[in-house]
């Protein structure tokens, strides 16, 4: 069993899970201090640490140095992150990964990136950057993101980093094999928000619930949804802000653009989480796609 897979003890701390840092450190720090959760509390991201934000490195820095207490998962932007670093893609107006790179310690750094996992379950909990299709449970959930994670991990890396990126195929089928298997995958835990009830996935809009395309609801809300009897910890959809059902935590709640962000303890009963926030006036930048 992969460290992103194993239970512990339900006498271990109950989580504090944050949503998408993007580089705020400030407000990281403050809402970390106004949390303050009880030593060795573990400390769960939805991913995207970085980018965007104002200081990508010192966020990243902070979260490597808290050690094994910080257990986060891969979001889109850190991928976008090793995949400038490998020359596959080109950074974007608007990133500020740049810092990183050009660190003296950048290998080390980018090391630790690869090797986080795309899917983290314990207590109960189920936490990935953006979702889960509909017709994945959480044992799936949890072998797919393993395949995935130890393709990253491999010597070839930077070949399967490079064949992620597409909007096809965009619906999973246990006959999916190869790189279109791993691709669909990252999709999913990386980058879906909408979805038809048969669990095919539309890249089209990074909207609020409004703005769903035809045909096509919230990944959550998919009749059906084999994740249902767990609760799942997302990040990713700034646009849909905080969100919190008796099996549904949503962090993002859009820290980066200048609104807040958000902590949240994992208790097992919902009744029993607790949730911080804090402004991110500081950390504000012009509104785009995440």
């Not at 107006?93 to 630790?112: F, N, Q, R, S, V």
Request: net charge neutral.
């Amino acid at each position: 069993m992969t460290p992103s897979t194993a239970s512990s003890p339900s006498t271990s701390p109950v989580p504090l899970a944050f949503g998408d840092l993007q580089g705020c450190r400030k407000p990281f720090e403050q809402l970390l201090a106004k949390a303050a959760p009880p030593a060795g509390t573990p400390l769960w991201f939805a991913g995207d640490l970085i980018n965007r934000g104002p200081e990508s490195l010192a966020t990243l820095r902070d979260v490597i140095a808290l050690g094994e207490r910080a257990v986060p998962v891969l979001g889109n932007h850190d991928l976008h992150l090793l995949s400038v670093s490998a020359g596959i893609r080109k950074s974007k107006k608007g990133d500020t990964i740049d810092e990183i790179l050009a660190a003296p310690d950048a290998a080390d750094l980018l090391e630790w990136v690869r090797h986080r996992p795309l899917a983290h379950f314990e207590h109960g909990m189920l936490m990935v950057h953006a979702g889960v299709l509909p017709q994945w449970d959480v044992a799936l959930t949890l072998e797919l993101a393993d395949e995935l994670q130890r393709a990253l991990r491999a010597p070839n890396w930077k070949e399967t980093l490079a064949g992620l990126y597409g909007n096809e195929p965009n619906r999973w089928t246990p006959a999916l094999k190869g790189i279109e298997r791993l691709r669909v995958t990252c999709s999913a835990l990386t980058r879906m928000r909408f979805c038809t009830p048969d669990g095919t996935m539309d890249f089209s809009s990074s909207g609020t619930l409004a703005s769903a395309p035809a045909g096509c609801v919230p990944w959550f809300d998919a009749h059906s949804r084999r994740t249902a009897d767990v609760t799942v910890v997302f990040g990713h959809w700034a646009a849909l802000g905080l969100l919190m059902r008796d099996n549904l935590v949503g962090l993002d709640s859009g820290c980066v653009w200048g609104q807040k962000l958000s902590a949240v303890t994992l208790a097992k009963h919902p009744a029993e989480r607790t949730l911080t926030q804090v402004d991110c006036d500081a950390c504000a930048v012009p509104r785009g796609g995440n």
